[in-house]
C-alpha cells in the first residue's frame, strides 16, 4: 500500500476548515485551533503515522498510550468484521450476554494477578473509574458500614473526564472548571521525588509520600475512608514513577485501615511496565483494578474494572441487582477486538519482550539524555518514559511561568516527524510495543536532534 496516493486524496485546507466549523476538539482551545489549523492524521502503519501532507511521524506516545501492538493490524480489523456480521450488538443487561463478552472476560482473568476472577465491562476508563466509585460505596454499604465513603486520590493523577473520574484525578485545570471535585474525594500529594523529597533518599521519600496517605486517613476517620485510588506510574501527570518502597507501604496502610486498594491501569494495563499489569511490577495487590486504553490496542473503545474476590464475593452474595451498567458494557465487537489484542501480545511475546528486551534498552538510552544541557532529570520504566527540561542543571533551577519550554519543545518534535508529549516542562513517551531497537536508535536521535533545536531556540528567545 503506497501512502502517498491515499493520502494525496486529502485536501488539507478544506478538512481544517471543516473541522473548525463543526468540531469540537477535547481538551483544546477551539479557537487557537482555528487559527492554526489541526494537523490532519491520515494514516497509520506499525510506529508510524502520517498527516494529510505526506509526512511521516514516528509516533512516540502510541496515539494516547493505547495503540500497544502498533498500527495497521489487519487481524484487528478481520476481528470486528467477523463479528459484526455475526451479531454487531446485544446487551448484557436483562439475563443476556455474548460469546466474545464472556470469551474476554475469562481471557482477562486468565492473564489477571491472582484473586482477580471477574470483569465488568465499561465503555472507556473514565467509566471503569465511575463503576469503581459505585461498586466500592455499594460494597461498603452491604458490609454494613455506609459511612466508609471517602476516596483519597492524588494531585497531579488522571482518572478520565467524566465528572466522577475527574474528580478523583488531580488536575487544577480540570477541577477549576465545573465546580470539582465533587462531595466524598480527598487529595493527597503525588510522590514526585523531584519536587518533594529533597534531601531525602529515593527509598525514604516513598515511604514519606506514603504515610501521607496514612496522615489522610486518620484525619478522614478510617471508618469514613473507602478506597484509595492511584495509577501505578502515573501517566498524565507526566510519567512520574514513585520510589520502589511506595507501592508496598501504600498496600500496608490500606491494609492496617481496611481501606480498599485500587490500582487505575488505564496505562499500565496490558502490558505498558513489562508485566501484564504495573500492580505486579510494583509489588503490590490491589482490591478492584481499571483498564482500557490497551485492553483493545486502542482500535475500538472498551474499557472496564477487575473485581477482586474480596469485592465480587460480597456483590454477588449479598449484593442483589447492581443498578449499573452501560449500553455498550460487554459489546460483542469491541470484546471480539480485544480477545484477538491479547492474542496478538501473546503470540508475539510482546509483554516479556518489554520487560526483557526493549524496555531496558529504551531506559539506558534514554536515562543518558540527561547528559543534554537541558535536561535535568530523566526516567523510563518498561515502555515510558519522562525528563524534565530546566534552566540550570547545576541548581536545577526551572524555566519561568510564562516561557513555555515544553510547548516549544514538543513543536520542534512534531515539525522534526517524532511525538513526544509535553505536561509543563516534562517531555513523555510511551511508544508502540512493537518497536524495535533501531526504531528506538532512530528516536532517540530524533529526541536529541529536538532537544539541541530546543536549546538554540529558547537561547533566540532570550530565555537562557
Ligand atoms: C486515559 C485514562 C483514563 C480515562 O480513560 P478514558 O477512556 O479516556 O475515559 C483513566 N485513567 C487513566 C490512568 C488514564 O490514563
Given at each position: 500500500?503506497?501512502?502517498?496516493?491515499?493520502?494525496?486524496?486529502?485536501d488539507?485546507?478544506?478538512?481544517?476548515?471543516?473541522?473548525?466549523?463543526?468540531?469540537?476538539?477535547?481538551?483544546?482551545?477551539?479557537k487557537?485551533?482555528?487559527?492554526?489549523?489541526?494537523?490532519?492524521?491520515?494514516?497509520?502503519d506499525?510506529?508510524?503515522?502520517?498527516?494529510?501532507?505526506?509526512?511521516k511521524?514516528?509516533?512516540?506516545?502510541?496515539?494516547?498510550?493505547?495503540?500497544?501492538?502498533?498500527?495497521?493490524?489487519?487481524?484487528?480489523?478481520?476481528?470486528?468484521?467477523?463479528?459484526m456480521?455475526?451479531?454487531?450488538?446485544?446487551?448484557?443487561?436483562f439475563?443476556?450476554?455474548n460469546?466474545p463478552?464472556?470469551?474476554?472476560?475469562?481471557?482477562?482473568?486468565?492473564?489477571?494477578?491472582?484473586?482477580?476472577?471477574?470483569?465488568?465491562?465499561?465503555?472507556?476508563?473514565?467509566?471503569?473509574?465511575?463503576?469503581?466509585?459505585?461498586?466500592?460505596?455499594?460494597?461498603?454499604?452491604?458490609q454494613?458500614?455506609?459511612?466508609?465513603?471517602?476516596?483519597?486520590?492524588?494531585n497531579?493523577?488522571?482518572?478520565?473526564?467524566t465528572?466522577?473520574?475527574?474528580?478523583?484525578?488531580?488536575?487544577?485545570?480540570?477541577?477549576?472548571?465545573?465546580?470539582?471535585?465533587?462531595?466524598?474525594?480527598?487529595?493527597?500529594?503525588?510522590?514526585?521525588?523531584?519536587?518533594?523529597?529533597?534531601?531525602?533518599?529515593?527509598?525514604?521519600?516513598?515511604l514519606k509520600?506514603?504515610?501521607?496517605?496514612?496522615?489522610?486517613?486518620?484525619?478522614?476517620?478510617?471508618?469514613?475512608?473507602?478506597?484509595?485510588?492511584?495509577?501505578?506510574?502515573?501517566?498524565?501527570?507526566?510519567v512520574?514513577?514513585?520510589?520502589?518502597?511506595?507501592?508496598?507501604?501504600?498496600?500496608r496502610?490500606?491494609?492496617?485501615?481496611?481501606?480498599?486498594?485500587?490500582?487505575?491501569?488505564?496505562?499500565?494495563?496490558?502490558?505498558?511496565?513489562?508485566?501484564?499489569?504495573?500492580c505486579?511490577?510494583?509489588?503490590?495487590?490491589?482490591?478492584?483494578?481499571?483498564f482500557?486504553k490497551?485492553?483493545?490496542?486502542?482500535?475500538?473503545?472498551?474499557?472496564?474494572?477487575?473485581?477482586?474476590?474480596?469485592?465480587?464475593?460480597?456483590?454477588?452474595?449479598?449484593?442483589?441487582?447492581?443498578?449499573?451498567?452501560?449500553?455498550?458494557?460487554?459489546?460483542?465487537?469491541?470484546?471480539?477486538?480485544?480477545?484477538?489484542?491479547?492474542?496478538?501480545?501473546?503470540?508475539?511475546?510482546?509483554?516479556?519482550?518489554?520487560?526483557?528486551?526493549?524496555?531496558?534498552?529504551?531506559?539506558?538510552?534514554?536515562?543518558?539524555?540527561?547528559?543534554?544541557?537541558?535536561?535535568?532529570?530523566a526516567n523510563?520504566?518498561?515502555?515510558m518514559?519522562?525528563?524534565?527540561?530546566?534552566?540550570?542543571?547545576?541548581?536545577?533551577?526551572?524555566?519561568?511561568?510564562n516561557?513555555?519550554?515544553?510547548?516549544?519543545?514538543?513543536?520542534?518534535m512534531?515539525?522534526?516527524?517524532?511525538?513526544?508529549?509535553?505536561?509543563?516542562d516534562?517531555?513523555?513517551?510511551?511508544?508502540?510495543?512493537?518497536?524495535?531497537?533501531?526504531?528506538i536508535?532512530?528516536?532517540m536521535?530524533?529526541?536529541?536532534?529536538?532537544?539541541?533545536?530546543?536549546?538554540?531556540?529558547?537561547?533566540?528567545?532570550?530565555?537562557?
Open positions: 500500500m503506497n501512502a502517498a496516493t491515499e493520502i494525496s486524496n486529502v488539507t485546507r478544506a478538512i481544517q476548515a471543516m473541522d473548525s466549523a463543526s468540531y469540537m476538539h477535547p481538551f483544546t482551545d477551539t487557537e485551533l482555528a487559527a492554526k489549523g489541526a494537523r490532519v492524521i491520515v494514516k497509520g506499525g510506529i508510524y503515522v502520517w498527516d494529510s501532507e505526506g509526512k511521524i514516528l509516533d512516540g506516545m502510541s496515539g494516547l498510550w493505547c495503540v500497544n501492538v502498533g498500527y495497521g493490524r489487519k487481524s484487528l480489523a478481520e476481528a470486528a468484521y467477523k463479528q456480521n455475526v451479531l454487531p450488538y446485544y446487551n448484557s443487561f439475563n443476556t450476554t460469546v463478552a464472556v470469551e474476554l472476560a475469562k481471557a482477562i482473568v486468565g492473564i489477571a494477578p491472582d484473586g482477580f476472577h471477574h470483569v465488568f465491562f465499561t465503555g472507556s476508563g473514565s467509566e471503569g473509574n465511575d463503576t469503581i466509585f459505585r461498586m466500592v460505596r455499594r460494597y461498603w454499604d452491604l454494613g458500614q455506609s459511612q466508609k465513603k471517602t476516596f483519597i486520590a492524588r497531579n493523577a488522571y482518572h478520565g473526564s465528572v466522577c473520574g475527574a474528580s478523583l484525578g488531580g488536575m487544577k485545570d480540570m477541577h477549576a472548571q465545573g465546580d470539582l471535585p465533587i462531595p466524598g474525594i480527598a487529595h493527597i500529594e503525588q510522590p514526585y521525588y523531584f519536587e518533594h523529597g529533597k534531601g531525602m533518599s529515593e527509598d525514604e521519600f516513598g509520600s506514603a504515610r501521607w496517605l496514612e496522615d489522610k486517613i486518620l484525619a478522614i476517620g478510617a471508618d469514613k475512608v473507602a478506597a484509595f485510588i492511584g495509577e501505578p506510574v502515573q501517566g498524565a501527570g507526566g512520574i514513577i514513585p520510589p520502589r518502597t511506595y507501592w508496598p507501604e501504600i498496600q496502610i490500606c491494609r492496617k485501615y481496611d481501606v480498599l486498594l485500587v490500582s487505575d491501569e488505564v496505562i499500565c494495563g496490558f502490558g505498558r511496565t513489562g508485566q501484564w499489569f504495573g505486579q511490577t510494583f509489588g503490590y495487590q490491589p482490591d478492584l483494578i481499571t482500557a490497551g485492553v483493545t490496542s486502542g482500535y475500538i473503545p472498551l474499557g472496564g474494572v477487575l473485581v477482586g474476590d474480596r469485592v465480587a464475593q460480597v456483590l454477588i452474595e449479598k449484593g442483589g441487582d447492581f443498578n449499573h451498567g452501560f449500553t455498550y458494557s460487554g459489546h460483542p465487537v469491541a470484546c471480539a477486538v480485544a480477545l484477538e489484542n491479547i492474542a496478538i501480545l501473546k503470540r508475539e511475546n510482546l509483554v516479556p519482550r518489554i520487560h526483557d528486551d526493549v524496555g531496558p534498552y529504551l531506559k539506558a538510552k534514554f536515562e543518558a539524555l540527561v547528559d543534554h544541557p537541558l535536561v535535568g532529570i523510563a520504566i518498561g515502555l518514559a519522562g525528563l524534565l527540561l530546566v534552566r540550570n542543571k547545576a541548581t536545577m533551577e526551572r524555566f519561568d511561568a516561557q513555555p519550554v515544553g510547548v516549544v519543545c514538543r513543536g520542534h512534531f515539525n522534526n516527524g517524532v511525538i513526544m508529549r509535553h505536561v509543563g516534562r517531555m513523555i513517551i510511551a511508544p508502540p510495543f512493537v518497536i524495535t531497537r533501531e526504531q536508535d532512530e528516536m536521535a530524533l529526541i536529541r536532534r529536538c532537544l539541541d533545536a530546543t536549546l538554540d531556540d529558547i537561547k533566540a528567545r532570550g530565555w537562557l
